[in-house]
């Protein structure tokens, strides 16, 4: 019931309502991170389920090429379990068929279809389920909660995946202090001028692709949005091709 409450808010109004708090500090990644931005830090496998064949020592190092947070060993930390299990899959990423000029979805013709199956599948083997998708005049999206809360039952995260040609990245760019992991994305509001927002944004032709932790909960502040919706950004970075 939960879940339908929230589609439902979201077709109606395209956008979530989040709630109070932005000044915490970033929390730093914790385990081995490697952070530089599309750097190589060695040939390897990105298996990561196996024995960690990259290295002697387990460690599986950052392909070249690959942008955003990545983790040489298992971390312990539940989030960046999630990163590192959709790892496997940097060497397999899927290419997403394209959108097409029929019904709602006319305006994103020949951008990738984030919603396609193969998504919704890979995404399950991570530890996330779909709950429907939106299509109308405006944006082209779907949701996803997590199969078992990290945070216990009844709270399970959910993230809003997003084609939206209505809002351009630059005229909802957010003010907030989080420092994205990457250089080829920017913070942003779905609502403009919400400060209490925090979606994680690339540029896709033109097309503001986002992804939004949408959360209505009054302890989650600002800065820690933005650290869920960038998590989540991450593992659909790394399981297909945008």
Known sequence: MKRLATSVFLIFFGFAVAACGSGETEQPLNGA????????????SVDNPGSGAGQGDGRVLKPE?????????????????????SQRFVNDRIELPKLTNEGYKSNLSGLPDICDQQVVNRLKEIGFEREGSIENYFDYSCDFFEVKGVEGAFLERMFHVVLDPARPIEQFK?????????????TVENSKRNEKECAIAQNIDGVNFN??????DPKDAVLDKCRYSEYFFQIFDNIAEL
């Open 33 to 44: 991170f490697a952070e530089a931005d599309g750097l190589s830090t060695g040939e390897s």
């Open 211 to 216: 992804v939004e932790n949408v959360s209505w």
């Open 174 to 186: 957010s003010d907030v202090s989080y420092k994205v992991h990457r250089d080829d994305v920017v």
């Open 65 to 85: 090429g690959h942008k955003g947070m990545w983790f040489e060993t298992e971390p312990e930390d539940p989030w960046e379990h999630y990163v590192w299990k």
